[in-house]
């Protein structure tokens, strides 16, 4: 059974960056789109990017696009989120989640634990 585990998160000021992985173990992540969600309490989930299974295809929500960007290295089993000119809107619990398909209007599958963005000066 596919598990996604992210890394990457943390405390970091306006302006700054910083780059989410989410590594797969126990099935490939070649089979499955994978999308990247956040989790502010108190406010619906965000999906802000999504990559279909060959990575030709990439979605951004407005609020991260020309910010963010999606990529995946499927030999080595993870999808990363690059995230520059972070904002304080941008902090969230971030989630990786791999779709039931190739392509990012796929059903969503299995979920990651989630890391913490937090964007503060």
């Known amino acids: 059974q596919l598990q996604l585990v992210e890394s990457g998160g943390g405390l970091v000021q306006p302006g700054e960056s910083l780059r989410l992985s989410c590594a797969a173990s126990g099935d490939t992540l070649k089979y499955y789109a994978i999308g990247w969600i956040r989790q502010v309490p108190g406010k619906e989930r965000e999906e802000v990017s999504c990559i279909s299974v060959s990575g030709g295809r990439t979605n951004y929500a407005d609020s991260v696009k020309g910010r963010f960007t999606i990529s995946r290295d499927n030999a080595n089993n993870t999808v990363y989120l690059q995230m520059n000119s972070l904002n304080p809107e941008d902090t969230a619990v971030y989630y990786c989640?791999?779709?039931?398909?190739?392509?990012?209007?796929?059903?969503?599958?299995?979920w990651g634990q989630g890391t913490q963005v937090t964007v503060s000066s």
């Open positions: 989640v791999a779709r039931l398909g190739s392509h990012c209007t796929a059903p969503f599958g299995s």
